[in-house]
């Protein structure tokens, strides 16, 4: 290993609680960052931390009851290392023992005293998070060095995801960094509700209104645009490969009902909707709308529905039948062609247009997912059956902003996305959930969630959701709190080996051009990486972050 710059050396701690160091005299305390990486020496192995806290400290109490005045410089630099210093707080991540062969494990021990603590080198960050080839993307770079800290797209999209942060601090930016790696390395095939239009054509920054490329202009044909306000897209002269209309035949009752709070719907409109289906079939609300108020009448009096409570849930029906892209009658092509491009592999933006309120964009997320679940679901049985890889689905990601409307705990147990979030890693369909209130996401959607690319977050409740399920993160949810308000995030779960803390790459024509360029691999600048131990089974790996 090259000389790495020492800080400092381990004084106490715990497995536990982690570790508290002494400063040594000679490194500057304001050099220190919270989220940095660093790297204990222990006897046997190296023990890569993150660092957590810095303090000052003084071996008596008196000095700081008497402290030195400006007049007395000399006095300050006098006590300065001897009686006053600084300590810091790390966490040990990932250990690596003397043989290096054994790969990188989970915690297990922590280094003795006086384990000297030094700043991470180049080589280090190569040795846990690897260059950007077979699947690795880069992500960002460290805070303080120009190397990239890359992530893992296979183990990525094993699971479901999530991108939070507070708005405006880059959580569509960063999503749209992973659908490119995901994209160009073709990972996976991708279905993005895009409910402002901003990653199909282009999209554009907050302040300077600068356009910035979607990603049907970085990879052309592997990504179609379908649309629900073809006016729209004319408009913003964005190209699209299809309409899309949804038939009020397809409209199920738990699709209203889980528009319960959209649409204004008293508690009786459930029981209301259950006899219209039973009696009037698959197109009840046609039949529903179609009827006046004596058909409506007789109705309620031959099925025993409560007669308000049908004209209340006709009214709120209107809303739904009203909406431009909804039709009386649709053959449903349009729907089919954009579930056939994701079947071939290909990613495939739905735009929403001008229905970007609550209704349109639950109703035709909550349709459209229900038919590629019961789609994945039926061709994964049947490739169980045929064991026949041509039978088996491409894996899927589905990218949600604004998740918590469809997972919040009042509904995440009977939407879609809700089974999705808790058991489709095994259908090979996961979600990619982006909020901004991930407290407003439901415990055990959240607990499943593999990675999560956190940007700055103020509300602790929304700190405390995004570890939810995360051991001994006290001291992370303190670098996630110090996090600067832009194109800066913290990266943790199954696809990074440690919790990360990455300047978010920019989003510029250097990024297209990486983009535009079919090798991934960037020149070797670091020592090769270490795998997470082979001998190591997932479940260990799994262990770093239950
Ligand atoms: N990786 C990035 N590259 C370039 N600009 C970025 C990046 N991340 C964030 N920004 C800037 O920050 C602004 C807010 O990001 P955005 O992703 O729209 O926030 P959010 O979706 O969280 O509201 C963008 O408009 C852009 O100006
Ligand atoms: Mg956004």
Not at 39 to 55: A, C, E, H
Not at 95 to 123: C, N, Q, W
Not at 510 to 534: C, D, G, I, N, W
């Amino acid at each position: 290993m090259p000389e790495s710059t020492r800080i400092g050396l381990v004084t106490s701690g715990s497995l536990l609680e982690g570790l508290t160091a002494r400063l040594d005299d000679d490194y500057d305390l304001e050099r220190l960052r919270v989220g940095q990486f660093v790297v204990v020496q222990g006897r046997q192995n190296r023990f890569f931390s993150l660092l957590t806290d810095v303090q000052l400290a003084a071996t008596s109490p008196s000095i700081l009851a008497d402290p030195p005045g400006d007049a007395n410089p000399l006095l300050a630099e006098i006590l300065a290392g001897r009686s006053t210093y600084g300590t810091f707080k790390i966490t040990p991540q990932l250990m690596l023992p003397e043989d290096v062969s054994l790969g990188l494990r989970p915690v297990k021990t922590i280094p003795a005293h006086f384990a000297p603590i030094y700043e991470a080198s180049e080589d280090d960050f190569g040795l846990v998070f690897g260059e950007e080839k077979d699947g690795k993307f880069q992500m960002g770079q460290p805070l303080d060095m120009d190397i990239p800290v890359c992530l893992d797209l296979h183990r990525f999209v094993e699971r479901s995801n999530g991108v939070f942060g507070k708005s405006g601090t880059g959580k569509s930016f960063l999503t749209r960094l992973l659908l490119c790696g995901v994209i160009k390395n073709k990972i996976a095939s991708n279905l993005i509700f895009d409910m402002h239009s901003e990653y199909g054509w282009s999209g554009t920054t907050e302040n300077t209104n600068i356009e910035v490329k979607g990603l049907r202009q970085l990879f052309g044909a592997q990504v179609m645009i379908f649309t629900l306000d073809a006016d729209s897209s004319r408009q913003r002269k964005a190209p699209y490969d299809g309409e899309i209309t949804i038939s009020l035949d397809e409209i199920q009752v738990e699709d209203i009902l889980l528009l319960q709070e959209v649409l204004n719907l008293n508690a009786t409109a459930a029981e209301s909707a259950y006899i219209c289906v039973e009696k009037l079939g698959k197109s009840w609300i046609s039949k529903i709308l179609a009827m006046d108020t004596e058909a409506l009448k007789d109705f309620s009096d031959q099925s025993g529905a409560n007669m308000a409570s049908i004209s209340a849930l006709r009214r709120k029906l209107i809303a739904v039948e009203r909406l431009g892209f909804v039709s009386k009658n649709s053959n449903l092509s349009s729907i089919s062609t954009l579930i056939d491009s994701l079947l071939i592999g290909k990613t495939v933006v739905l735009e929403f247009g001008k229905y970007h309120g609550d209704l349109a964009y639950m109703l035709v997320a909550n349709i459209l997912t229900r038919r590629i679940h019961n789609l994945w679901l039926e061709k994964m049985n049947k490739f169980e059956g045929s064991k026949n890889p041509a039978d088996k689905p491409p894996h899927l990601m589905i990218t949600i902003e604004e998740a918590h409307k469809f997972l919040n705990p009042a509904i995440a147990r009977q939407t879609t996305f809700g089974t999705i979030a808790r058991e489709l890693r095994k259908y090979s369909v996961t979600l990619l959930v982006v909020d901004q209130r991930p407290s407003s996401i439901d415990n055990e959607v959240m607990s499943q969630l593999g990675s999560r690319i956190t940007a700055l977050l103020n509300d602790d409740k929304d700190i405390d959701a995004v570890f939810t399920g995360v051991s001994g993160s006290k001291g992370l949810k303190a670098v996630l709190a110090s996090l600067d308000s832009r194109q800066q995030a913290m990266i943790l779960g199954h696809a990074v080996p440690m919790p990360v803390v990455i300047r978010t790459r920019p989003y510029d024509s250097e990024f297209y051009k990486a983009m535009l360029h079919s090798s991934t691999s960037s020149p070797q600048r670091h020592a090769a990486p270490v795998p997470v131990s082979a001998t190591q089974t997932q479940d260990d790996v799994d262990d770093l972050f239950a």
